[in-house]
Nanobody
Framework: QVQLVESGGGSVQAGGSLRLSCAAS????????TGWFRQAPGKEREFVAA????????YYAGSVKGRFFISRDNAKNTVYLQMNSLKPEDTAIYYC?????????????????WGQGTQVTVSS
């Protein structure tokens, strides 16, 4: 079983940057694909980005491609989401997730373990 804890959320003005971290515990974390999802008020949870267990070529949602960058450090059991050029529509609770899945599987059901989420607020 993998446990995930997100950090790094906060409030920022449009155009700013934030870096989210996801600290994992559990021996098998390095064998899991890891993804970031987000959920805005009144909306469904949506896929943002994912990376394989080996840190290979990531996969991104079209709405964040070129602005957000996912990376992982298996030695530290940590996954990061660097968010640049933030927009008000990026405001949401951001969740880290892990699962034995292909990173192109963007559904929430593809992931087995979830963090508690961290709030990101972007003001105009």
């Amino acid at each position: 079983q993998v446990q995930l804890v997100e950090s790094g959320g906060g409030s920022v003005q449009a155009g700013g940057s934030l870096r989210l971290s996801c600290a994992a515990s559990g021996r098998s974390f390095s064998s899991y694909a890891t993804g970031w999802f987000r959920q805005a008020p009144g909306k469904e949870r949506e896929f943002v980005a994912a990376i394989t267990w080996s840190g290979g070529t990531p996969y991104y949602a079209g709405s964040v491609k070129g602005r957000f960058f996912i990376s992982r450090d298996n030695a530290k059991n940590t996954v990061y989401l660097q968010m640049n050029s933030l927009k008000p529509e990026d405001t949401a609770i951001y969740y880290c997730a892990a699962g034995r899945t292909f990173i192109t599987n963007t559904g929430v059901d593809s992931y087995d373990a979830w963090g508690q989420g961290t709030q990101v607020t972007v003001s105009s």
